[in-house]
């Protein structure tokens, strides 16, 4: 099947690949106030998915102090769990500018130096957040593999198949995310499949269901966004006002994504793009100008022919 078939909102995105019959679009909502970046998820994604500890096979690169040992998403990456700290004098925790602490509802997690004393606790608090592919409503690298190793499944979500794809990399420069890339040594692109094998089968992705707090949640896509926009309320209402959904609006650049996410601030502070534009967006107006141009040059070029032989 193909993927996109025009831009602008798509209620029904495995209709508009082709599949008469389907189940609802699935995929993920990530809350990352209760993440606790245990990696489960990235262990559980490995595991499931045989996907390589790293392409040179040494195992994991320590990046620095950072607990954050995959540093991106990428082909040996289906899942990374970022971690963001955010020491005193940057943004505060929500809610304590106004001499309160606010309860983020994260089961089992304390805030890092509560049991010392004020003398010698040093403020910070840390951001963590699982990102995935977001399997979006308007995908680039649908739009541009030469080969159809990308396609849109029955669930929605985008698939690569390896025995199909040449390694040309054009998906790579066709992700608004930077998410897809080829492997080392392979040439081949790769990246999160949303676990088609599982859901054919009627399971729930691995990652989603190896996630101990619940922040990785799978289902329907437009129950996950009800679900979503209830637990924002509910954080507003607890003072968190910096809470935010990212990748839900079917309006934005890519038409709304099959992964978003709960954020606790600006999407850069995350890796994320602020905006982002699938970049074949205006593609069809393109040819349509192009065409159009040809045209208008054929005709005058014509009209020349026979101006000369009167």
């Known amino acids: 099947m193909s993927g996109n078939s025009f831009y602008g909102p798509v209620d029904d995105v495995a209709g508009q690949a082709g599949y008469r019959e389907h189940p609802p679009r699935m995929g993920f909502f990530t809350d990352t106030s209760v993440c606790i970046g245990c990696k489960a998820c990235e262990v559980a994604c490995k595991e499931w998915n045989e996907v390589p500890v790293s392409g040179d096979g040494d195992g994991f690169n320590l990046l620095g102090t950072s607990f954050d040992n995959t540093g991106e998403l990428g082909a040996n990456s289906w899942r990374h ?9 940057g943004r505060s925790w929500a809610g304590e500018d106004r001499g309160e602490r606010v309860d983020l509802g994260m089961p089992g997690f304390e805030r890092p130096g509560d049991t010392m004393s004020p003398e010698t606790r040093q403020d910070f608090r840390w951001l963590m957040s699982s990102d995935v592919c977001k399997h979006c ?40 995310y930077g998410v897809i890339e080829r492997r080392e040594g392979d040439g081949r692109a790769w990246k999160c499949t949303l676990c088609y094998d599982r859901l054919r089968d009627g399971l729930e992705p691995a990652c989603a269901k190896a996630c101990p707090t619940d922040s990785i949640q799978f289902g329907v896509l437009d129950e996950l966004r009800e679900r979503a926009a209830l637990r924002v309320n509910e954080l507003h209402e607890r003072g968190v006002a910096e809470a935010r959904l990212y990748g839900e609006d079917p309006n934005d650049g890519v038409g709304g994504d099959g992964a978003f996410f709960l954020l606790l601030d600006e ?15 205006d593609a069809g107006a393109m040819w349509r100008y192009a065409g159009m141009a040809a045209s208008a040059m054929v005709g005058i070029a014509v009209s020349s022919f026979f101006g000369r032989r009167r």
């Open 81 to 89: 769990v970022a971690f963001i700290e955010q020491p005193s004098g």
């Open 137 to 176: 409503t308007h995908a680039g690298c649908l739009d541009v593999c030469p080969t159809g190793a990308l396609f849109r499944t029955e669930f929605a979500t985008v698939v690569v198949q390896q025995d199909i794809c040449n390694g040309c990399g054009y998906c790579v420069s066709g992700c608004p």
């Open 267 to 281: 999407p850069e502070v995350y890796g994320l793009p602020p905006d982002p534009v699938v970049p074949t967006r």
